[in-house]
């Protein structure tokens, strides 16, 4: 579950999606003026980043994935 994607071709760097997330899973990146999934095991697919998307560039999967063990 969480962000799948964020499609940076559509994203205009609005930053909409790094205010409205509780969780802070989103940060901004300066350089590129696009935002990062910067804490994706944090995610908790409420979907606000994707609904308040104003074009449209975010999807979240409601499906839980398996992803890799982290040797940690």
Not at 33 to 59: N, S, V
Request: aromatic share 12%; net charge positive.
């Amino acid at each position: 579950m969480g962000i799948r994607k964020i499609d940076y071709e559509v994203c205009d760097g609005c930053r909409q999606c790094t205010r409205i997330c509780p969780e802070d899973v989103l940060r901004f990146d300066q350089e590129n003026h696009k935002p990062l999934i910067q804490y994706l095991r944090d995610c908790q697919a409420c979907f606000l980043c994707e609904i308040y998307c104003p074009r449209q560039a975010i999807y979240v999967t409601p499906y839980r994935e398996r992803r890799a063990v982290m040797p940690w």
